[in-house]
């Protein structure tokens, strides 16, 4: 098995966070951007005749964020930058859905021209030529100049198959929670594990729903909760897991897998909790139904608008972990706006596949979210509670890329949604969920290719 190599891209990703603040790139060579789209001036391409080039593009449609991005930047711009498109647009939905829908097209060779691509269904898609290396295109329009740490794009190897905001890179999972509750139930921000279990005791005698993640498909335990709980106790074996240097007979993933179990076995989290989607989780917290909810940052520029509303890392599991010092960082190279290979127009695909990474950019900006691609235009002020948690990711100095996004092919990513939602029942033993899932890691097929 081939292992991925992490050291280089983490202390790129922490040149990054040094870049945001202080880094104004020379893009002397590249095409100037406008502030209202972000696109480049250079020519678009197309025909010529009058007739109108046809593309259809299939993008992510989790959350708010996704909507807001697609209504109010996407759809309002796309037709005044390429007035010779014809575009359809495809909502993708996500997770699962998103992945099921990617594998009929791929199977089917009916790709959309531009679609979202994630690191799940990346493979088999790479394996039956169904997606286009970006690099030679970004390279020659300058489109590449305009990020701020351009290796952070590149797959392991070598080549470009997506292209993003540079947002990912500040996404990172935590506990955001009610101020107000906490203080109703008499409880302190916790510091370890097991006092998050006693004050979410305290929290449900108040009648006070203790935590709410999505646990639907088990999204939760999948893209963060896994990690967490192992990294919490012991980073370096959770970074061993990411780099395929170890696996689920480890004595530390081992524990991670069991403080879950017993997080369902208390009552930690919402009942329910492996029925409950994203959109729901997010009302019973709004709502103040949750005193906790366990969730990426990408939701804190919305969150920051309620009053009541703070964050604090995963408390610590043992002493080899400093919740000051460690964090998880959502994405991937691969995830991003990606080019079929067999588009018949391939010019014009991928000027709208930067096209759409320009507008997430100029979204997550506009919502004061620090971002790594260049859009010309000013920084915003940040919220409070953004410069918070930019102070406190800044400062961690080991950052850990997402076990489920850059170590798992579509196959064991499925299992671990299927097994990831029976182990949030509380009713299913964490010693048969690390038999199947270290099975899985065994025919794992991700590090070969």
Known sequence: MKPMIRIVFTALLVLTMVAVAACSSNNSSSPSTSPSTGASEQPSGGKTDGEKVKLRIMTITTDENRNNIMEQFIKPN?????????VEFEPGGGGEDMANKMKTYNASGDMPDIFWNDAGFFTSLNQAGNIMDLTSYITEDGFLNKYKVPEALKHFDGKIYSLSSGADTYFTPVIFYHKDLFEQ?????PQTFDELIEASKKLKDEGIVPVVTPGKDG?????????QMVQTGDPEAMMKLV????????PSVIAGVERIERLAKEGVFAD?????DYGPAMEM?????????WMFTWELPNLAKIDSVDFFPFPSSSDKYDPNKVAQFWGSP?????????????????????????????YFESVGSAIALETGNTAANLSPLMEKFLNWYNA?????????????????????????????????????????????????????N
């Open 396 to 448: 961690a100095d080991v950052k850990i890329a997402s076990f489920a996004l850059n170590s798992v092919d579509a196959r064991m990513s499925a299992e671990l949604s299927t097994q990831g939602a029976r182990l949030l029942t509380g009713e299913y033993p964490s010693a048969e969920f690390l038999k199947v899932i270290n099975q899985e890691w065994e025919e794992n097929t991700w590090f070969g």
């Open 243 to 250: 780099n395929n240097e170890t696996d689920f007979n480890d």
């Open 334 to 362: 691969l995830n991003g706006y990606a080019v079929s290979a067999k588009t018949e127009h391939p010019d014009e695909a991928v000027k709208v596949a930067e096209f759409l990474a320009m507008q997430d950019a100029l």
């Open 78 to 86: 796309i037709a005044k930058e390429f007035p010779n498109l014809e």
């Open 272 to 276: 329910g909790i492996a029925n409950i």
């Open 285 to 293: 917290f709004t709502s103040k139904k949750s005193a906790m909810l």
């Open 219 to 227: 999204w939760g335990l999948k893209l963060f909760m896994l990690q």
């Open 185 to 189: 139930a008499g409880v302190q921000v």
